[in-house]
């Protein structure tokens, strides 16, 4: 060790003991300010008493480390700490109060440390080579700590999700399956109001198990976020089925326009894996069910799709929903639809596009034009070799045309045959 370091590794251990000395103060100093900064974390007498205890040991940790010269970067983290990363998962605080009770608390701990280092008065050399020691050994401490309580507050979340879900669960099934239900008992054990609300079905689901086995608790994140951003009235509810597959209800006070693709969005920009099938509005009992179900079908749309969409609405597949019950005769309802343009190559695909905006704008060679930017006269050509390669008018099964095209885009290329050539 270098003469400088020797120096600022005694000085820091003379910083550490004067702290120490003042270890209580010091300690409700930093814990009221997470108090004060986090709003999450009061009113629960076990959280606020929980927080203490994990800051008191983190606090001892890192004032021991700094006076014995001890190196912290492989510190699993206090106990307490963990336990308290236990209570946060079991009462449903966010994880990102877990993570900024440690921001604020470290900078409030190193502030005091470096007030005692100013008293102290070493020359200039040593007093920055001591802050910078400081600076490397409560930064490597917080970073290992942060990411072991992160990695057990996942754990918890999903263990408490599964334990809480048990009874829910059974509750949810005797609804979905149409049984004598008491509704007024079922809401209560749900926490949710199933006869007054207005429902939006989910399946969320992870397409595999992500490290660490967190994919309950990022479901249910999910979920509360959905809820927030769509302004739903009350709390959502979210029924764990499986590691990586969950069933939720949005509830609202009344039918309104809901922006799809909003909602999509909100899922896509939430979680980098995840993916959702969503029910239609639907009012009262009946409707909890129907949702559900409407869910149900759009995911096996989804699932059959292959990789497919992130985020699948009932409302905007139905049709083809109901179809894929039987795929093998839905797949040679389109071929013979299509015909020869039911052919998995690059020709196809350009005229099968062209060909479904042409239909949706009313046979607008304008406003086809507009939205794929083309120009008129390509729009033009490729809806007559469309033509010519269904070998019919459009105007003749064109709302089977309508439907075989919508089936081939949710679908892909397992609804189209391979290239001949």
């Known amino acids: 060790m270098a003469v400088g370091s020797i120096e600022a590794a005694k000085c820091l251990s003379v910083v550490a003991s004067n702290v120490a000395v003042r270890m209580p103060e010091v ?13 999450e974390l009061r009113g629960d007498g076990i959280i606020v008493n929980t927080l203490r205890a994990s800051v008191e040991e ?21 106990a307490a700490a963990l336990d308290y990363a236990r209570r946060l998962a079991q009462r449903n605080v966010s994880i990102s109060s877990l993570v900024r009770s440690y921001r604020l608390g470290h900078c409030r701990f190193l502030q005091w440390c470096l007030d005692e280092l100013r008293r102290q008065g070493p020359d200039e050399e040593v007093c920055a080579a001591t802050a910078g020691l400081m600076l490397e050994l409560s930064f490597g401490y917080i970073d290992r700590v942060s990411e072991r309580v ?32 008491d509704a007024e008992s079922a809401e209560s054990a749900l926490d949710y109001r199933i006869r007054q609300h207005h429902h939006v079905g989910l399946i969320l689901w992870l397409p595999r198990r992500p490290l660490g086995g967190e994919g309950l608790a990022r479901l249910d994140r999910l979920t509360s976020r959905i809820a927030a951003e769509l302004h739903c009235c009350a709390d959502p509810l979210f029924a764990a089925r499986e590691e990586t597959l969950a069933w939720a209800w949005l ?10 693709s909003a909602l999509a969005s909100v899922i896509e920009d939430g979680d980098p894996m ?91 060679y304008t406003a086809t034009a507009s939205q794929q930017i083309l120009h008129k006269n390509t729009v033009q050509y490729r809806i007559r070799k469309a033509e010519e390669t269904l070998g019919r008018p459009l105007q003749e099964r064109r709302r089977d045309l309508e439907m075989a095209l919508l089936a081939v885009q949710y679908l892909g290329p397992s609804f189209l045959r391979t290239n001949p050539s």
């Not at 300690?27 to 709003?39: C, F, N, T």
């Not at 999903?158 to 399956?177: K, N």
């Not at 509830?251 to 799809?260: H, K, Q």
Request: glycine share 6%.
């Open 274 to 364: 995840a993916r959702a099938a969503v029910g239609d509005f639907e009012p009262g009992v009946e409707g909890f069910r129907r949702t559900h179900r409407q869910a149900v079908r759009a995911q096996e749309l989804a699932m059959a799709a292959g990789p497919g969409a992130r985020v699948t609405a009932y409302a905007q597949v139905a049709p083809i929903a109901l179809m894929c019950t039987n795929m093998d005769d839905t797949r040679a309802w389109v071929w013979s639809v299509l015909g020869a343009l039911a052919v998995d190559d690059e020709h196809c695909a350009r005229l099968r596009e062209t060909l479904q905006t042409f239909l949706a704008t009313g046979c607008s």
């Open 27 to 39: 300690s409700q100093d930093v814990w009221e300010l997470v108090i004060a900064e986090i709003p």
């Open 150 to 181: 992160i990695e057990v507050y996942q754990l918890e979340r999903d263990r408490w999700l599964q334990g809480q879900t048990a009874v829910r669960a059974i509750r949810v099934q005797e609804i979905l399956a149409e049984k004598h239900v």
């Open 58 to 78: 983190n606090i001892a940790t890192l004032l021991h480390g700094f006076e014995n010269d001890m190196p912290l970067g492989n510190v699993e983290g206090p």
């Open 251 to 260: 509830p609202f006070a009344s039918p309104r326009d809901l922006s799809w």
